[in-house]
């Protein structure tokens, strides 16, 4: 029972607990995840020209091209990036390229040995220190941005495991940045795109080429990247829509029509049907908020 | 005397860090500059565990509210402190297997790798999904159109929000995506010009006026006028 | 035209040209923008101190710093201060212990009780000697208390784990959020919000402006964050670095404007003189 009886609905709906709300949206999320889960349908996805953008960057190399990817996230945001760094890797799996990883967030380094055994796992035609290595975490934010971009060896002198990089076949004739193909970075926030943009791919313009560049990033990210496309960035996957459109063109090429796409492959599309219906609430929730805003102006204006 | 000496201290490694972009045989300062930066961080861990250390049990020392999540917290630092210095559960090197700390204490089996798997990573997961509860609740709360500007703002979230979500190309699916008239009233597309035009100026001079701020705080400390990370209340 | 395009291709393509050996090819645009932005800025700092008076505007929330530490005092309820998640290289990070002092000389004068949980050691250790100048010149140096300002933890989430619990045990009467934020500012500014808190906000992380804006009483965006040193002390030096940055600014919007409308003219028009300094122009600023 309202402790205040001549409350009407709406003012006691504006006061509601903030806990309801919280429920609402928990009910909106667990709900599609389940669905999604028994069903395993996703919803179609077009692809956006950033998204489309990214995906001709990595397409249009040659096989065996050098792919410097640099897992700049946490296991706080896996969620939604961890779909789009397998996406990167997948594809570039696709067309052969030669994979270096790296990050450069202290929590990032296992997230890279887990993409890489998820995705390469135990493909015979994919042998570590030749098609693919993984350089592990070095600390230094943007001074490693820099020192990559002059000298290579000396901001990563060994892989993860230790073993010296003169010592790793696909290192050899690696000595800056500007020595790759492509640059893709997938990032949380600090150090991250941005600063990529600034500090390692803007300098390669003076160095003869500018060094194409992909990115990765969070929703709440996208919109400070976006000023950097297409200009220094060849494309940009903008949260987990960005992430599913990513996974719809890299599975329309990796699969035939009738096969069946790993789950792996699908969990950004799989995470599109709980942001539909966590959207809706939200704005349900606006409009519901605004109804009682204006019923209490105008009970206000009444009196 | 020694506030003076810091600021010109500050003030000379400012300039040459300013020049080290610049002039080609001072490149070598720049990223010496950042390593030596790095090393002061990471002693300065010790000094952040050590404080951190001394206040929790100090609170539960005095049994202040919440003394028992201080507890859990030195109990969880030393343990994780001792599983990777120690490397517990690391299998040594196969080059190497005589050496009891020759492993790889991130390798999948480890003490450490299980406590970043089965504790950190959900953990950070969680925290970070709070965010999507938080965010309802404040649209709930604060997205009132009470002027001009925040009904603009109101229609632009509506259209960002639906247009990035299978239910906005339904709900504007009707309009031909081939006729240019009018394909970009399509919510999706619509999402996308607001997203790369207005979004994008927005940031862009918000970016340029920010960049231009920094420069010159930067300069304010660097010519000395402005003291306050030295502790002056000049 | 033919000298301009001329300059901007020596930027473009260093190996030609006049540029002295030890210069850093293609840096030259941005040597050029350092000098004009110092320039800008020393000379509006000698206006200022020549006695010429400068305006500001009010930033509403700077004007509530005094409100809320003496709704704290009144409470009897401590304030909160987080001067950001970045280390003390992060400029964010030091603008916000430039305010940290201001709110400190305030707390100290109101007699209230001022905690800071840092993620960061250095950061510790800077505010706490920020503090401590604060409480010294406001002559309440028995009441300072190093214990304080402490650190929590580096990771954002861990320390937002743990600020949130203090939000909710400690009910601090006023907020205040400056410096470098990432994703845990929507977790801190709706903990405050629950409990009741006058929150006052500043970051140049455009990211997060939103999240502050919907949640606080007060945000300051962007450059106001970087302006308030000058605005809450209104000493010459300061208020003259703040006339700088307009100045910049003012010389930023020209050309802008002045690049858009020759890039349209050549668009339209299809004059090749123009054209041709377009492109110099966007190749020498890294646009291809």
Redesign the interface.
């Known amino acids: 029972m309202s402790d205040r009886p001549n409350e009407s609905f709406l003012a006691r709906l504006d006061r509601i607990d903030r806990r309801w709300i919280f429920l609402m949206m928990a009910i909106a999320v667990a709900g599609p995840i389940i669905w999604v889960g028994v069903t395993g349908r996703t919803f179609p996805e077009t692809a956006t020209p950033a998204v489309q953008g990214a995906f001709d960057a990595i397409e249009r190399l040659p096989e065996g091209s050098k792919v410097l990817v640099s897992f700049d996230f946490d296991p706080a945001s896996a969620g939604e990036l961890q779909p789009m760094a397998t996406g990167f890797i997948h594809h570039c799996q696709l067309r052969k390229h030669r994979i270096y990883a790296m990050t450069l967030w202290a929590p990032g380094s296992p997230l890279i040995g887990a993409t890489l055994a998820d995705v390469i796992g135990n493909d015979p035609s994919y042998r570590y220190g030749e098609n693919f290595v993984d350089l592990g975490f070095q600390a230094g934010n943007e001074g490693v941005m820099k020192q990559v971009g002059v000298d290579f060896p000396k901001a990563f002198p060994n892989d993860s495991k230790g073993t010296p990089l003169a010592r790793i076949p696909m290192m050899q004739g690696i000595t800056r940045l500007s020595d790759f193909d492509i640059l893709i970075s997938v990032s949380a926030g600090y150090p991250g795109g941005k600063e990529w943009v600034q500090y390692g791919v803007s300098p390669t313009l003076t160095q003869g080429h500018r060094l194409p560049f992909v990115a990765g990033s969070t929703g709440v990210q996208t919109p400070q990247m976006i000023p950097y496309y297409p200009v220094q960035m060849s494309g940009i996957l903008g949260a987990i829509k960005g992430a599913a459109e990513y996974e719809s063109l890299v599975n329309a090429k990796a699969t035939a029509p009738g096969e069946t796409v790993p789950a792996k492959y699908q969990e950004a599309q799989r995470r599109m049907a709980p942001q539909l219906f966590g959207h809706s609430l939200m704005v349900g929730l606006i409009l519901v908020g605004n109804v009682i805003f204006f019923a209490g102006r105008r009970k206000g204006a009444a009196e | 005397m020694g506030r003076n000496a810091a600021a010109v201290l500050a003030s000379i490694v400012g300039l040459v860090m300013v020049l080290t972009a610049f002039a080609r045989p001072l490149e070598f300062l720049g990223t010496a500059v950042v390593d030596w930066f790095n090393v002061l961080a990471a002693i300065a861990f010790v000094l952040g565990g050590a404080n951190l250390l001394k206040m929790n049990l100090l609170k539960i020392s005095a049994r202040d509210a919440g003394w028992g999540y201080s507890a859990v917290t030195v109990c969880v630092f030393l343990v994780t402190i001792g599983v990777g210095l120690l490397k517990i559960g690391a299998h040594p090197d196969p080059l190497h297997p005589d050496v009891a700390l020759s492993g790889d204490k991130e390798a999948v089996g480890g003490a450490f790798w299980w406590l970043y798997e089965y504790a950190m990573s959900p953990i950070t997961s969680t925290l970070f999904a709070l965010l999507a509860f938080y965010v309802a609740s404040a649209a709930f709360r604060a997205f009132r159109a009470k002027n001009t500007a925040a009904i603009l703002l109101l229609g632009t979230a509506f259209i960002v929000l639906l247009g990035r979500v299978y239910v906005g190309v339904l709900l504007t699916s009707w309009i031909p995506a081939d006729n240019a008239w009018v394909s970009w009233l399509r919510l999706e597309n619509l999402s996308g010009i607001i997203m790369g035009v207005f979004n994008n100026a927005g940031t862009r001079a918000m970016m340029i006026g920010i960049a231009i701020g920094i420069a010159a705080t930067s300069l304010k400390i660097l010519v000395g006028l402005d003291r306050s990370y030295l502790g002056s209340s000049d | 035209m033919t000298f301009a395009v001329t300059i901007l291709a020596q930027d473009a393509a260093?190996a030609a040209g006049f540029m002295p050996?030890?210069?850093?090819?293609?840096?030259g645009l941005?040597?050029i923008s350092?000098i004009i932005?110092?320039a800008a800025?020393?000379i509006s700092?000698l206006w200022a101190r020549s006695g010429r008076p400068i305006r500001i505007r009010k930033i509403a929330g700077l004007d509530a710093v005094d409100e809320a530490v003496g709704r704290a005092t009144e409470m009897g309820r401590p304030v909160l201060f987080i001067p950001g998640i970045?280390?003390?290289?992060n400029?964010q990070t030091?603008?916000g212990?430039?305010i940290l002092?201001k709110v400190a000389?305030t707390a100290a004068e109101y007699d209230a009780e001022i905690e800071v949980p840092t993620t960061?050691?250095?950061v510790?250790?800077?505010a706490?000697?920020?503090v401590?100048?604060?409480y010294?010149?406001a002559g309440r140096t028995d009441s300072y208390n190093p214990?304080r300002i402490?650190?929590?933890?580096?990771?954002?989430?861990?320390f937002?784990?743990y600020t949130g619990?203090l939000m909710q045990?400690?009910r601090p009467a006023a907020c205040f959020y400056f410096g470098?934020f990432?994703?845990e500012s929507?977790?801190l500014a709706?903990n405050g919000?629950?409990i009741g808190a006058i929150q006052v906000a500043g970051t140049?992380e455009?990211?997060?402006l939103p999240?502050f804006v919907?949640?606080c009483d007060y945000t300051l965006?962007?450059?106001e964050?970087?302006?308030a040193?000058a605005y809450l002390s209104g000493e010459p030096?300061?208020l003259g670095?703040?006339l700088?940055?307009d100045l910049?600014?003012g010389l930023?919007w020209a050309a802008v404007l002045v690049a858009a409308l020759l890039a349209t003219v050549a668009a339209v028009t299809g004059h090749e003189g123009i054209a041709s300094f377009v492109n110099g122009a966007r190749a020498a600023l890294?646009?291809?």
């Open positions: 260093p050996g030890w210069f850093m090819p293609g840096k941005l040597a350092l932005v110092a800025v020393m700092i970045q280390d003390v290289d400029i030091v603008a212990i430039t002092g000389k960061r050691s250095l510790m250790t800077t706490r000697e920020a401590h100048a604060s010294l010149s214990d402490y650190y929590v933890s580096d990771e954002q989430f861990a937002v784990a619990g045990r400690k470098c990432f994703a929507l977790i709706e919000n629950s140049a455009t990211t997060q999240f919907a949640s965006i962007g450059e964050f970087f302006a040193s030096d300061q670095t703040l700088g940055q910049v600014k930023a890294g646009g291809g």
